[in-house]
């Protein structure tokens, strides 16, 4: 249980929305709601040792705000950094579903045998006084205190939920009214509090086509040992007003990961696809995505599977040693190079309060191919791991035939030499989601597979690995109930308005 709330802990600091976020949600000291429209997790697992890294972006009043999770231990400065957000920009690009354009060659020129085309690879290249005066009153202790980035942390314990609930008002955190039972039973269970302040100052904006600016956090990261490899995600659904996207990222030694206790559905890849999709080929992915989740409600996506050191074709260059080690090879037992090289696997799941009622549940699965040229549409079962999804844009030669036996069906770069490249599909949650698939896709489909409108689609599932893999379990209300209990993991702002010497 404890493990189960440390993970719990680290996502509160990954996704918001609205009306009920991932594993929490923001509030603002100027009463106005925070919100948060995507999130990218990225877990490395190695034997009992998980690095969880999670980037961050909000939208809200441009004031200070803060963080407060329950944890089960006292993490100090070593368990916890934060990272570059280049490096979850890299990770998405290099995962995230892709366009690419093929024309068709010459149909008479002269051929000779080729070798198969390798996979591109790359090796491994004053306010403190304060505190402690509020704390000693309220019977909070003060267990730990660190900077990291623009965050300045302070871990408590306490005595009894209303001192706690008590200090974090004292100190100007403006936390939801009614939140001392919430607090209460992680008191009991002798849980710690992990309490982030973060400056506003410090933090990056950008904007995103035509929407509001948007605060860039640092991304944080978090290790921990756990027999258990999972993710909560119920706490968002307790008062979601809508659907929730996630993408988790799995890097693991070796093998893919699916969810245990889901369905495990392959997008479908090599699509044959109309040259306006590159005009709008995130929309285009987003509706086909979306018909795919209405028609598999309790699936979760696989999108991508493949050796992090290498892609074919490659929207960017593959990991490096030097990424690895930012996303957690670093922290790795000394013994973790037995297995072989690190997998990445990308997961997509969409859900609301009436598809996803457990936590996901990961394990390793079989190797698994497609989206390589001359295959189907459909993941088949491989001795190694080279699946992505992937569109497809050709041109047909329009030039002249001037032999007698020209060979069609052969297909390369353009004639002019000018390749544009391999588009990833990014930033989704921003994407139209109206796009009429049908329209656009001009090639095969997989077997009983229509993306028409109001017609069912039939499900790309990938074959079971054993276990649960292809079954999933309703929520209940049981279920409900456990999310309530957990409510309490939450995000508070400080008021703009602080205490003359009070650390921000």
Not at 171 to 182: F, S, T, V
Not at 327 to 341: E, K, R, T, Y
Request: glycine content about 10%.
């Amino acid at each position: 249980m404890k493990v189960r709330l440390l993970i719990i802990a680290v996502l509160v600091l990954a996704w918001s929305r609205p009306a009920g976020a991932f594993c929490g949600f923001y509030v603002s000291g100027a009463d106005a709601p925070l919100t948060n429209d995507a999130t990218l997790v990225v877990l490395m697992r190695d034997g009992q040792r998980t690095v969880l890294s999670m980037r961050n972006t909000y939208s809200g009043p441009p004031a200070d705000f803060a963080m407060v999770v329950p944890v089960p231990i006292v993490l100090h400065e070593e368990n916890v950094k934060v990272l570059p957000a280049d490096i979850f920009k890299k990770v998405d690009q290099l995962t995230a579903p892709r366009l690419v354009e093929y024309w068709e060659q010459d149909p008479c020129m002269p051929r000779y045998p080729e070798a198969p085309s390798a996979a591109v690879q790359m090796s491994a290249a004053p306010g403190m006084v304060e505190e402690e005066s509020s704390a000693d009153r309220h019977r909070v202790k003060i267990e730990a205190r660190f900077a990291v980035g623009e965050y300045d942390v302070v871990v408590l314990s306490a005595q009894d939920s209303s001192g706690l609930d008590a200090w974090l008002h004292e100190n100007r955190y403006k936390i939801p009214d009614g939140a001392e039972p919430y607090l209460r039973p992680y008191v009991q269970m002798g849980m710690k509090f992990f309490v982030a302040k973060v400056n506003v100052a410090k933090v990056r904006f950008e904007r995103i086509g035509n929407g509001p600016e948007r605060a860039v956090l640092s991304p944080l990261r978090f290790h921990y040992d756990a027999d258990d490899f999972f993710l909560p995600v119920r706490l968002g659904l307790i008062n979601s007003g809508g659907k929730q996207d996630l993408i988790a990222v799995v890097l693991a030694r070796g093998s893919r990961y699916e969810v245990a206790n889901y369905d495990n559905v392959a997008i479908p890849t090599n699509l044959d696809v109309a040259d306006g999709v590159r005009r709008q080929f995130g929309g285009f992915y987003a509706s086909l995505f979306d018909r795919v989740v209405a028609n598999n409600p309790r699936a979760v996506v696989t999108e991508y599977s493949w050796e992090a050191t290498s892609c074919d074709p490659c929207p960017t260059p593959p990991l490096d040693d030097t990424e690895l080690a930012t996303l957690g090879a670093d922290v790795l037992p000394d013994d973790s190079q037995n297995g072989g090289g690190f997998v990445i696997t990308r997961l997509h799941a969409r859900y609301g309060k009436d598809t996803l009622g457990d936590d996901l549940n990961f394990r390793p699965a079989r190797p698994i191919t497609g989206g390589r040229e001359g295959m189907g549409t459909q993941a088949q079962e491989s001795g190694g791991n080279d699946f992505q999804a992937r569109y497809v844009i050709r041109h047909k030669w329009a030039g002249a035939v001037a032999c007698e036996k020209p060979q069609f069906g052969i297909w390369g770069g353009p004639p002019d030499g000018h390749d544009p490249g391999t588009m990833p599909a990014v930033d989704l949650a921003f994407a139209a989601r109206d796009v009429d698939v049908a329209s656009l896709v001009t090639g095969q489909l997989p077997p009983g597979l229509a993306l028409s409108k109001g017609t069912p689609m039939g499900p790309p599932r990938i074959p079971p690995s054993g276990g649960c893999a292809g079954c999933a379990t309703a929520p209940g209300p049981e279920d409900w109930a456990m999310a309530s209990l957990l409510g309490l993991a939450f995000v508070a702002m400080t008021r703009s308005r602080r205490k003359t010497g009070t650390s921000g």
